[in-house]
């Protein structure tokens, strides 16, 4: 079932439309992240749904209730929404007891009630005994703790997480995200998370919504986007992208520059079309061999991996392997069996004119 169903909506700033007839569902329990480069609209979509921005067209339901549509809109505090924000949004005069506490006083008057809810919710977030501390005693990432304790003690049904990440120092980030990830499963709450880093993405969410100029390009699980991307524009923001030309042989085999390469699964795409074949770095696969058909232009060794730069038939190829090669110049160049992803002409044309 949905936690979020957004329908259609239109959103502008100053006549000037952001958002242009977007729709997105994200289902019970489930993490969505909106990614996207700066300016594309991914802040605004966060504010439609927490009701802080008016929506001109279309229909936002969060739980199966209609918070937006047919000219009605339900206030921000009656969603039921927690909000995280880049620079946490703490009261720098409260302690972090009360920072927590704040959003409960509103609605709970029992004192001993919401000091048991306090304490329950700094357990939760690892912060158990710091709840005297001022936020200027604590670190980038206990204060984003802070910001999550205080969202979470109203049970929100939703969280948004407006780049929540970004100023958390990177040694603890990857540490912060999957701790959070596991919380929100375990507390059953669906989140919309934004940002700019793919990594955080891939890291943190169970889907992705990709965004271009206020639009989504392309939804799904993050693996699926990065293997099998529609188009090259999500291809290429979600990793580094070698393209060969290809012309269809059959609806499994492609010829290229580099010889036919069979596809694990039917090509869709009728024999005889040109266009293009994506290649990821760890697709392709180099052996070391005096007459290959390749030649070793550069290599960085990177630690966990080593970008080579190879040049096979004219083309300039970007391959990841473990280690670095011994100083050899020739290598052949083959391609792992994997499910292809080709974007023929005909597509592309098709989706320019669209
Ligand atoms: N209050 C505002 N008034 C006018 N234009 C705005 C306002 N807020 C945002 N915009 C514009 O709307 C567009 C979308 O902004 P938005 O903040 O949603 O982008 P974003 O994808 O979240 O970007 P970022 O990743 O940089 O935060 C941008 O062109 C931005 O300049």
Redesign the pocket.
């Known amino acids: 079932m949905a936690a979020l169903t957004i329908h259609d909506i239109c959103c502008s ?2 006549g000037k439309p ?1 958002l242009d007839g977007l729709s997105l569902n994200v289902e019970r329990n489930e993490i969505m992240c909106l990614l ?1 480069a ?7 979509l966060l504010k439609a749904v927490a009701g802080l921005l008016p929506v001109t067209q279309g229909e936002i339901t969060i739980n199966d209730q209609q918070v937006n549509g047919g000219g009605q809109a339900t206030v921000p505090e009656q969603r039921n929404i927690g909000m995280i924000f880049q620079d946490y949004a703490l009261f720098p005069h409260l302690d972090v007891a009360q920072n927590v506490a704040f959003g409960l006083q509103s609605k709970e008057s029992n004192k001993a009630l919401i000091q048991r809810r306090v304490k329950e919710v700094l357990a939760l977030v690892n912060l158990a005994g710091l709840g005297d501390r001022y936020p200027h005693q604590l670190s980038g990432g206990q204060q984003q703790r802070v910001a999550i304790a205080r969202a979470l003690i109203c049970q929100p049904q939703l969280m948004l997480l407006d780049e929540p990440f970004s100023n958390i120092d990177t040694q603890v980030r990857m540490r912060l995200i999957g701790e959070i990830r596991t919380l929100l499963k375990e507390q059953g709450i669906s989140a919309i998370f ?1 940002t ?1 880093s793919k990594e955080e993405a891939f890291a943190f969410s169970d889907k992705l919504a990709l ?1 271009r100029e206020g639009q989504i390009e392309q939804v799904g699980r993050p693996q699926t986007l990065y293997q099998h991307p529609q188009t090259p524009f999500v291809a290429d923001f979600l990793g580094q992208s070698n393209y060969v030309p290809a012309t269809v042989h059959n609806r499994h085999t492609l010829v290229t520059p580099i010889g036919p390469i069979e596809s694990q699964v039917e090509l869709d795409a009728e024999p005889g079309s040109e266009g293009r074949l994506l290649l990821r770095p760890r697709q392709i696969q180099l052996t070391e061999h005096e007459q290959g058909n390749g030649r070793v232009l550069e290599q960085q060794f990177l630690g966990a991996h080593t970008r080579c730069l190879v040049e096979c038939h004219g083309l300039t190829l970007e391959v990841s392997i473990n280690e670095p090669l011994p100083a050899v110049s020739r290598v052949q160049v083959s391609v792992t069996p994997h499910a292809l992803t080709f974007f023929s002409e005909q597509a592309q044309r098709r989706q320019a004119v669209a």
Do not use: A, Q, R
């Open positions: 700033y100053n952001v996207g700066s300016g594309c609209g991914k802040t605004t934004v700019h965004f």
